[in-house]
């Protein structure tokens, strides 16, 4: 039941339950206070009255002047119309007796010699008397007697008091459940604001923030954690966007391609050899394709973590200065052809995929075999630094501008516009690539240019995390 209770229906209820729960026990220590305190005031003044009668049989010296006895007490107890006596003489006659009271006979085999501070309760007629019962030592053997109080009054004060005071906690318990509520839905407007701004939130409007001014301290920490949250989906939004727009880019190209060429092939009658060279020129571009969706899916992978959970049951230690050894074997051809010399420098072990690893040092030896000049020197430095691996490729060329350099892991993204589909090399998500196995092997990468250096610096973790 309280599952479906809203959050201010539940703070109303627990309000209103807890302070019924306080007025009551409230309640019920002042009836316990009045109850005492009248039953305080009724041992004064019974104390009071047995102390007189007490004292008025122990005055007795001879049998015959227990007949005097009656009359004196009666006199003494004259506006007393509220208190009820019996005295019981040495023979068991009665000498005095309250008229239409029953007292209690056992009250006066069990009396004490002596007064006590306890009290007896009994009912006669449906009227309620608190008494106490003493023994008293005369010339002639003991005689016995009751003194009792009609409590009827005391009753109907407490009933009285009792009944106004669970009318009281009634409307009290009422009161408070409003106020509560009262509280509760003040207290909870700024989530209702949250989630009206939220609701209203769309892909257009990604950029607003909720104000941090009118949030109070106990939800500051939850609207600082969904502003954050709009941030992280405004920055997916726009990669998401940008690589939509790119990717659609990239894709016409080579599909504006194969659709002349194929119509060109097909506008008339050609020869065998004609056909073949169209459909040799169509596959290099289907190739181009091929590869670059195959990086766009490996890229996929990297954004959803999947690449650092394959990282993490599959690493390995892996010798860089040997995967670069072979890489140089590989591009040792186009090197010669470019004029261009390949240097290693140092050593360094790294715990990762070899695989994954080998993609990236051979999309950082392939970027910088293209951009260097005839004459150049690619050289590759490795190091250990602490716990990190550390692998720098440097090569000569043209200095990189400083607002180009912040975007060049960005996928499709080129800093020469020029040598976008002239070379035919490449697909523009080589460096997006290396950052992506970079960032799931829990390393970083950065690139500099100056003074025509360019240099691509890589740090990786030395131990498995």
């Known amino acids: 039941m309280m599952a479906r209770l809203s959050l201010t229906a539940r703070l109303t209820l627990l309000f209103a339950l807890g302070s019924s729960a306080v007025l009551l026990v409230?309640?019920?220590?002042?009836?316990?206070?009045?109850?005492?305190?009248?039953?305080?005031?009724?041992?004064?003044?019974?104390?009071?009255?047995?102390?007189?009668?007490?004292?008025?049989?122990?005055?007795?010296?001879?049998?015959?002047?227990?007949?005097?006895?009656?009359?004196?007490?009666?006199?003494?107890?004259?506006?007393?119309?509220?208190?009820?006596?019996?005295?019981?003489?040495?023979?068991?006659?009665?000498?005095?007796?309250?008229?239409?009271?029953?007292?209690?006979?056992?009250?006066?085999?069990?009396?004490?010699?002596?007064?006590?501070?306890?009290?007896?309760?009994w009912e006669h007629d449906g009227r309620s008397f608190?008494?106490?019962?003493?023994?008293?030592?005369?010339?002639t053997p003991q005689s016995s007697m009751v003194v009792g109080l009609?409590?009827?009054?005391?009753?109907?004060?407490?009933?009285?008091?009792?009944r106004a005071l669970w009318v009281f906690v009634a409307c009290a318990a009422l009161a408070m459940g409003f106020i509560g509520w009262l509280a509760?839905?003040?207290?909870?407007?700024?989530?209702?604001?949250m989630r009206a701004q939220l609701t209203d939130m769309t892909a257009h409007r990604l950029h607003e923030r909720l104000p941090d001014a009118a949030v109070p301290p106990e939800l500051a920490e939850l609207n600082a954690s969904?502003?954050?949250?709009?941030?992280?989906?405004?920055?997916?939004?726009?990669?998401?966007?940008?690589?939509?727009?790119?990717?659609?880019?990239?894709?016409?190209?080579p599909i504006s391609n194969l659709m002349t060429e194929t119509q060109v092939a097909l506008s008339r009658e050609r020869d065998a050899a004609s056909y073949r060279a169209t459909l040799e020129s169509n596959a290099e571009e289907y190739e181009r394709l091929a590869r670059m969706i195959a990086d766009m899916l490996?890229?996929?992978?990297?954004?959803?973590?999947?690449?650092?959970?394959?990282?993490?049951?599959?690493?390995?230690?892996?010798?860089?200065?040997?995967?670069?050894?072979?890489?140089?074997?590989?591009?040792?051809?186009?090197?010669?052809?470019?004029?261009?010399?390949?240097?290693?420098?140092?050593?360094?072990?790294?715990?990762?995929?070899r695989l994954m690893l080998r993609r990236a040092?051979?999309?950082?030896?392939?970027?910088?075999?293209?951009?260097?000049?005839?004459?150049?020197?690619?050289?590759?430095?490795?190091?250990?630094?602490?716990?990190?691996g550390r692998l720098v490729v440097e090569n000569p060329g043209p200095t990189i501008p400083a607002e180009h350099l912040a975007r060049l892991f960005e996928r499709f993204y080129r800093a020469d516009p020029s040598r976008q589909q002239t070379t035919g090399e490449g697909t523009g998500l080589g460096l997006a690539i290396t950052q992506a196995v970079v960032q799931a092997h829990g390393g970083s990468i950065q690139a500099s240019s100056d003074n025509g250096l360019t240099r691509f610096s890589m740090e990786l973790p030395a131990q498995q995390a």
């Open 26 to 121: 409230l309640g019920w220590l002042v009836g316990i206070a009045v109850n005492h305190h009248f039953e305080q005031q009724d041992f004064d003044a019974l104390v009071g009255k047995v102390q007189l009668a007490q004292h008025a049989i122990e005055r007795v010296a001879a049998k015959n002047e227990l007949e005097a006895l009656p009359g004196q007490l009666q006199d003494a107890l004259i506006g007393h119309e509220d208190l009820a006596v019996q005295i019981i003489g040495p023979g068991g006659d009665v000498l005095l007796q309250t008229h239409g009271v029953v007292f209690p006979a056992e009250r006066l085999a069990m009396a004490p010699t002596r007064l006590t501070g306890r009290l007896f309760q």
């Open 130 to 139: 608190r008494g106490m019962a003493l023994k008293v030592a005369t010339a």
């Open 150 to 162: 009609d409590i009827g009054h005391h009753q109907m004060f407490i009933h009285n008091l009792m």
């Open 184 to 193: 509760a839905s003040r207290g909870l407007a700024p989530l209702r604001s």
């Open 226 to 253: 969904l502003n954050a949250m709009l941030e992280r989906l405004q920055d997916a939004f726009k990669r998401l966007s940008d690589f939509s727009s790119d990717i659609a880019h990239e894709l016409r190209t």
């Open 298 to 353: 490996l890229l996929a992978k990297a954004e959803y973590g999947q690449m650092g959970d394959w990282i993490a049951a599959h690493g390995e230690r892996v010798d860089l200065a040997q995967e670069v050894r072979n890489l140089f074997d590989f591009y040792e051809a186009l090197a010669e052809d470019k004029g261009v010399r390949l240097e290693l420098q140092g050593e360094c072990q790294v715990w990762g995929d």
């Open 361 to 388: 040092l051979s999309n950082l030896l392939s970027n910088a075999l293209r951009y260097t000049p005839r004459g150049g020197v690619v050289r590759v430095e490795l190091g250990v630094e602490g716990e990190r």
